[in-house]
DNA sequence: ACAGTAACCTGTTTGC
DNA sequence: TGCAAACAGGTTACTG
């Protein structure tokens, strides 16, 4: 998906549209993504005014008078801003209709969902348990080197862990590894404090600049007007395998970890 | 608590 | 060229 920078990329995009507006209609082409569309879904939105947009991890929070509207891009889910009366296509799944505007949820893979809460929306059960954010003061190297402790699973698995930190996924935490010299295999629980420090510094480096590229589109993402992110041209080993390193010129190697794609200097990284 | 795996889906790429 | 397997940015739920 959409990891941190883009979902971050969807919430500024779509923010200035529909903030202080009103859901007219929902309108549900699909009702089977990861988990169905709540059933009462259009009861609850209709005449719901969006008081704030924002982000928690991969979530995105559209604060309403009389709830909170989460949804989530999973693997390939897109939101963009359509003019009313543009048809749907194949794979839009759902849309939030607003007067003379439609927030339109596009998502191929259907890994997505789409949840109403009346409570605070950060002690909803998909949201309760995660890790602080990575550009808050409480994400740490001294946090990350406390809960690794003893810890066995590799540290790409590691951070990439909802629990552990919010909001790093597959590409940006190969990014991060390969900025801070660590193997993605080695185990979280050996590695020291004072290259934590470093992990923790590339991660908000990786993630801030990131954002300010407007995400990484390798294949299904794209903005809130459909154009792409342009931080695909900045990753030094994601998608790599066989090209040089940047810094050693040796090829990027792939290795499957944890069923994820890993892709890292086995040179520089260790 | 931890580690590892299957599962949710469809589209695209890879390999025979 | 054709077809099937493998793989793709996420996360939960289940197993031992």
Redesign the pocket.
């Known amino acids: 998906?959409?990891?941190l920078p883009?979902v971050e990329t969807t919430c500024r995009g779509i923010r200035p549209h529909i903030t202080g507006r009103r859901i007219t209609d929902l309108i549900v082409h699909q009702r089977?993504l990861?988990w169905p569309v709540p059933a009462q879904l259009k009861r609850s939105l209709k005449g719901q005014r969006i008081d704030s947009v924002g982000r928690r991890?991969?979530y995105l929070l559209l604060e309403c008078e009389s709830g909170c509207l989460i949804v989530?891009l999973?693997?390939?889910g897109s939101l963009h801003i359509v003019a009313s009366g543009v048809p749907a296509q194949?794979?839009d799944q759902v849309d939030f209709v607003f007067t003379n505007t439609v927030l339109r949820f596009h998502d191929?893979?259907?890994?997505g969902s789409i949840h109403w809460t009346r409570r605070d929306p950060l002690r909803h059960k998909?949201l309760r348990n995660l890790g602080p954010e990575p550009f808050s003061e409480a994400f740490t190297a001294r946090y990350l080197y406390d809960r690794a402790a003893s810890?066995?699973?590799s540290i790409k698995?590691f951070i990439?862990s909802?629990g552990i930190v919010a909001?790093v996924?597959?590409?940006y935490a190969s990014e991060a590894l390969f900025l801070s010299g660590i193997h993605p295999q080695r185990a979280a629980g050996r590695i020291a404090l004072s290259r934590y420090e470093k992990l923790v510094a590339n991660i908000k480096h990786v993630l801030g600049t990131a954002i300010d590229a407007g995400?990484?589109?390798?294949?299904?993402?794209t903005r809130e007007d459909g154009r792409p992110?342009y931080f695909a041209q900045k990753l030094n080993v994601y998608n790599r395998r066989g090209e040089p390193c940047p810094v050693c010129g040796h090829p990027i190697l792939l290795r499957?970890l944890?069923?994820?794609?890993s892709f890292y200097c086995g040179r520089c990284q260790h």
Do not use: W, Y
């Open positions: 998906m959409p990891e883009e089977q990861r991890a991969k989530h999973g693997m390939s194949k794979h191929p893979r259907r890994f998909l810890r066995k699973v698995n990439m909802s909001g996924g597959n590409i995400g990484t589109t390798l294949r299904d993402f992110g499957t944890g069923q994820r794609s």
